[in-house]
T-cell receptor, first 114, second 115 residues
Framework: AQSVTQLGSHVSVSEGALVLLRCNYS??????LFWYVQYPNQGLQLLLK??????LVKGINGFEAEFKKSETSFHLTKPSAHMSDAAEYFC????????????FGTGTRLTIIP | EPEVTQTPSHQVTQMGQEVILRCVPI?????FYWYRQILGQKVEFLVS????????KSEIFDDQFSVERPDGSNFTLKIRSTKLEDSAMYFC?????????????FGDGTRLSIL
């Protein structure tokens, strides 16, 4: 079984400040990890993914995430927040052993303070 | 960039009626999915579909639900005898392959409101 925990349903940061959104996963086999962003009234857009190889992955809009197996974490960061980053962010996990579904976390709503 | 498209964007239906939600996956994708998101809750997997048959389904996906690929481009979710608790945002997704490292691409969703 697999699961995702996102700490903090709401995060507020000032424009220009560091963004850190936390994600911890549970998986009995090596996971594939994804971050999706959802803007108001829109669908889920892939930000970045970790499959194998380099543990620090870069995505769109200046976001990056680091896979830490020892901590079972995949936190999302951005050095400098922009107003356009305000959205809901979902961490998701998937395995490659007969299990095609994505399992999502509960999401973190990011608010940017001008 | 190719997109997954869903219609309608908003569907309002009386309880007990049947609804069909439509999706056009990305053209060269072979795996198709439906997810739902009840207001304020997480996105939940409903079903995956490959080679004209269901490959995996969740506990939510009971006999009330069915999926179909009626032609080479559309992928539909049918909900029979809708209930109030079926009110949610329904997302269609597709991926080129079913392996875990292939990302799923999502549509903008259909907001289903059951009255």
């Amino acid at each position: 079984a697999q699961s995702v925990t996102q700490l903090g349903s709401h995060v507020s940061v000032s424009e220009g400040a560091l963004v850190l959104l936390r994600c911890n996963y549970s998986s009995s086999v090596p996971p594939y990890l994804f971050w999706y962003v959802q803007y108001p009234n829109q669908g889920l857009q892939l930000l970045l993914k970790y499959t194998t190889g380099a543990t620090l992955v870069k995505g769109i809009n200046g976001f990056e995430a680091e896979f830490k197996k020892s901590e079972t974490s995949f936190h999302l960061t951005k050095p400098s927040a922009h107003m356009s980053d305000a959205a809901e962010y979902f961490c998701a996990v998937r395995t490659n052993f007969g299990n095609e579904k994505l399992t999502f976390g509960t999401g973190t709503r990011l608010t940017i303070i001008p | 960039e190719p997109e997954v498209t869903q219609t309608p964007s908003h569907q309002v239906t009386q309880m007990g009626q049947e609804v069909i939600l439509r999706c056009v996956p990305i053209s060269n994708h072979l795996y198709f999915y439906w997810y739902r998101q009840i207001l304020g809750q997480k996105v939940e997997f409903l079903v995956s579909f490959y080679n004209n048959e269901i490959s995996e389904k969740s506990e939510i996906f009971d006999d009330q639900f069915s999926v179909e690929r009626p032609d080479g481009s559309n992928f539909t979710l049918k909900i029979r005898s809708t209930k109030l608790e079926d009110s949610a945002m329904y997302f269609c997704a597709s991926s080129r392959e079913g392996v875990g490292n292939q990302p799923q691409h999502f549509g903008d969703g259909t907001r289903l409101s059951i009255l």
